[in-house]
């Protein structure tokens, strides 16, 4: 289902160590944690899902995970730095094709868009199968995106600027956008808070199918409540979402140390 990517061709000189900053670094350990802890959860698909962020001091630029690596093989020293123009300025192999269009896009288009998260996890992807809103807002994880989701429909694969220019317009100012026939796609200003928006979707998703599949009426929140909710959820979510990645890195500190290698 991936495709490969030609890229390209010869890329312009760099400056590596203004691409080795201590800020670049961490970029790239927090990039890779979140990578092992999707792979452990059962949210990437294959070699098909990628994750992007802009490199820190450079907008031009972003990291993103190299065609050909499953989740659970990224390390901090595999992602590759790219520019929107298809060049691999730092790091082996290239991305794959729709990691490249989609990301490249998004972070060209959408300057608020720092991290571009993108599987085609289970739950949020059934979601995105069904027929109207994905979500009935019954749910109070569900609830943290109230007004912060746009749907967007199926357009086939994004092989093309064009499609991913498509796919960044449709998301405005959303954070999570669900993309119909396809999957879920979360944007966010620091890598931390896109974690945890991609880690609490999935969640809610999970719980909506189960209740759905109980056969008993869900009972949905009213508007106003929903709304006041989400705000409510709003207040602290970049700390709350900071600690979260720290305990992401804590529990593969000790069991697979590799990723920040």
């Given at each position: 289902?991936?495709?490969?990517?030609?890229?390209?061709?010869?890329?312009?000189?760099?400056?590596?160590?203004?691409?080795?900053?201590?800020?670049?670094r961490q970029a790239r350990v927090d990039l890779a944690a979140c990578f092992r802890m999707a792979a452990r959860l059962g949210m990437g698909?294959?070699?098909c899902n990628h994750f992007s962020f802009v490199v820190p001091g450079?907008?031009?630029l972003f990291l993103v995970n190299p065609y050909g690596l499953a989740f659970c093989e990224v390390t901090a020293s595999s992602l590759l730095i790219c520019d929107f123009e298809g060049?691999?300025?730092l790091g082996e192999g290239r991305p794959e094709a729709t990691a490249f269009y989609i990301h490249a896009q998004l972070h060209r288009l959408n300057p608020r868009a720092r991290a571009a998260f993108h599987t085609h996890m289970p739950n949020a992807t059934a979601l995105c199968l069904l027929e109207g809103d994905p979500f009935v807002w019954a749910g109070q994880t569900a609830l943290k995106f109230y007004?912060?989701?746009a749907v967007?429909?199926?357009?086939?694969?994004?092989?093309?600027?064009?499609?991913g220019e498509r796919i960044a317009r449709a998301a405005g100012d959303a954070d999570v956008v669900m993309l119909k026939n396809h999957g879920p796609l979360v944007l966010?200003?620091?890598?931390?808070?896109?974690?945890?928006?991609?880690?609490?979707l999935e969640r809610a998703a999970e719980v909506q199918l189960r209740a759905m599949a109980s056969g008993w009426p869900l009972k949905p929140v009213t508007p106003s409540l929903a709304q006041a909710a989400c705000q409510q959820m709003k207040e602290g979510n970049a700390e709350s979402a900071?600690?979260?990645?720290?305990?992401?890195?804590?529990?593969?500190?000790?069991?697979e140390p590799d990723f920040a290698a």
């Open positions: 289902m991936a495709h490969a990517f030609e890229g390209a061709a010869r890329p312009p000189a760099v400056d590596r160590a203004a691409l080795d900053t201590p800020a670049i698909e294959g070699i450079h907008d031009d060049h691999v300025l007004d912060r989701l967007e429909r199926y357009n086939g694969l994004a092989l093309d600027n064009t499609e966010g200003p620091t890598i931390a808070e896109a974690w945890d928006d991609l880690y609490y900071r600690l979260h990645l720290e305990s992401v890195k804590r529990q593969l500190m000790r069991t």
